[in-house]
């Protein structure tokens, strides 16, 4: 042996007493073939009303690695859950963003969410925002395959403002004038199931009950989405209710509406439960006790929510 080579000091891989510090490396499995990288994919557009941009976010199983290095990805089809997020149809800045990390939850139970933006009031009165609506689901059922969507299964959900249209979209199939003139006409705007947390669902109602607002005011959220006050709008504020479009062969139809809610009364819910019921429609209400006007993120109340799409959109459609 040389003197280089002996003078080379050889690797040590022992310590004291002879244990290699490698026997103390811990390992995991990776479990082959399985999705578990849910991806925000924001600001896709769907509609271009008169050069506005409606955008949508979406949250699906999707590794964003696929793409940079040409791997063909995920296949899998999931059903698809709509979220409109409550804005007083405009009286506040609606935000798409900010039930995202609640509806990442649904996203990891194999669905693919997608939270939809609608024109406020100010810029478009009714029936624009339902219109809105009906063309987003539209766009995502014509580009199912681009978004892992099975079409098949869709669900809506809302709250407040977003819940009144999720009511509409789910109750009010086959309105010629919600449907509007609009993308993707060759697509139906369908739903197989509708979750409505605390929505209006009679406008011309709303102020007999205790309210922070004044409903019948000119200026009242209500009033402004019919372009006018509701009782000088009767029949404009009918159109709006999803109260009127009532019917047993609706699609299911979950409601959640907090006890102490005094911006939209409790008793709105309460109107279309019996009206659903006395249609002959198997609706179920909830009344979550001591709670007011603010969306159910509680672990115990979205359980509900999961239960109820799980069983009306996981199993096999019709």
Known sequence: MNKHAQNCKQPNHYIQGGV?????????????????????????????????SLTLNLLVYRDPMDALFHREGNQETYPLIIYLQGCGWGWSEQDTFAFVPQLAEFAKQGYVVASVQYRGSGEAVFPAQIQDVKTAVRFLKANASQYNIDPRRVGVWGDSSGAHLALLLGLAEGVEEFEGDREYPRESSSVQAVVDWFGPTNLLSMSRYPSVFDHDSPHSPESKLV??????????????????????????????????????????????????????????????????????????????????????????PV
């Open 227 to 316: 372009g006018g006050a509701i009782q000088e709008n009767k029949e404009k504020s009918r159109k709006a209710s999803p109260i009127e479009y009532v019917r047993a062969d609706a699609p299911p139809i979950l409601i959640m509406h907090g006890d102490q809610d005094d911006v939209v009364p409790y008793e709105q819910s309460v109107e279309l439960f019996q009206a659903l019921k006395q249609a002959g429609h198997g609706t179920t209400l909830y009344k979550v006790k001591g709670v007011g006007h603010i969306a159910f993120t509680q672990p115990h109340t979205l359980d509900v929510v999961k239960s109820f799409f799980h069983t009306h959109l996981k199993t096999d």
């Open 20 to 52: 290699s510090p490698m026997s103390e490396i811990k390992e995991l499995q990776w479990e082959q073939n399985v999705n578990s990288y849910v991806q925000l994919i924001p600001n896709i557009e769907f509609s271009n009303v008169e050069g506005r």
